[in-house]
């Protein structure tokens, strides 16, 4: 069983004096941080913020870029040619990364967002294009991708640094990709079952599909949505259940 995890989750994603989720509680817990670049949700000020709070509180900070869809919080599939893809990939993380220096952090990560992850964790050509174009902004960032999906080829392939990523409160289908939002059970509210679901996993090396399959996978880090409104709730039910069972909780 896996001994050492790291904690993440999505976050920044307010926009002016629209906030979403409670970003200062769950950097209490967590131990990394996806942090919106603009694109989907999230401002410069927004950025600065989320950012400085989390090198406050020894959370290691990434991009986390996603579809230029504001009102669908980045959701909804969009087809982007390869070169304007790339060029939005780049345009995000440099943002990022900016923000980041000017209040004395650092961007160690990168993770896509919504429904371009989901895209990129099917599609290894669109995978490529998106990682690539980080690459090309920073060698040596860290690729978080979906564990033993199309992202995780691709990483390899480009013999990239990366780290595997299961969800806490997300149900999988048999390839290791999630159940889609539009499906019942797709996305989990109940906290402890939550919990115990992901303990299994970590004892099992394993990602744990909604039809019992299991899929061996390298888990490096477990994401909870700050969105959800049970999000602080269940990242320190996670928390206790993981600590209780001899799992140290630290940045990948």
């Not at 943002?95 to 429904?115: C, D, N, T």
């Not at 509210?189 to 909604?210: F, G, N, Q, T, Y």
């Not at 969105?227 to 630290?250: F, H, I, Q, W, Y």
Request: charged content about 25%; aromatic content about 4%.
């Amino acid at each position: 069983m896996v001994m050492k995890v790291d904690l993440n989750s999505d976050m920044g994603e307010g926009f002016g004096p629209w906030r979403m989720g409670d970003d200062a509680a769950l950097l209490d817990v967590i131990t990394s941080a996806n942090i919106a670049c603009g694109f989907h949700a999230g401002d410069p000020d927004v950025m600065a913020e989320t950012m400085r709070l989390a090198a406050k509180n020894g959370v290691g900070i990434g991009a986390h870029p996603g579809f230029a869809d504001l009102k669908g919080f980045g959701r909804r599939r969009l087809n982007i040619g390869a070169d304007e893809l790339g060029n939005m990939i780049a345009y995000q993380l440099g943002a990022a990364e900016g923000v980041a220096k000017s209040v004395g952090a650092k961007i160690r990560h990168f993770k896509l967002h919504g429904a371009l992850a989901n895209m990129c964790a099917e599609d290894a050509t669109l995978a490529k294009t998106c990682y690539s174009a980080a690459l090309r902004v920073n060698p040596e960032i860290i690729l978080m991708v979906l564990a033993e999906t199309a992202q995780q080829a691709v990483v390899q392939e480009l013999g990239a640094n990366w780290a595997g990523e299961i969800f806490a409160d997300r149900a999988y289908e048999d390839d290791a990709t999630l159940v889609d939002r539009s499906k019942a059970g797709a996305v989990l509210h109940d906290a402890d079952m939550a919990a115990e679901r992901i303990l299994d996993m970590l004892r099992e090396d394993a990602i744990i599909a909604e039809s019992g399959k299991r899929i061996p996978a390298k888990i490096d880090t477990i994401c909870l949505h700050g969105d959800t409104p049970e999000a602080v709730e269940m990242a320190r039910a996670l928390r206790t259940k993981l600590s209780a069972a001899g799992v140290t909780l630290t940045q990948f």
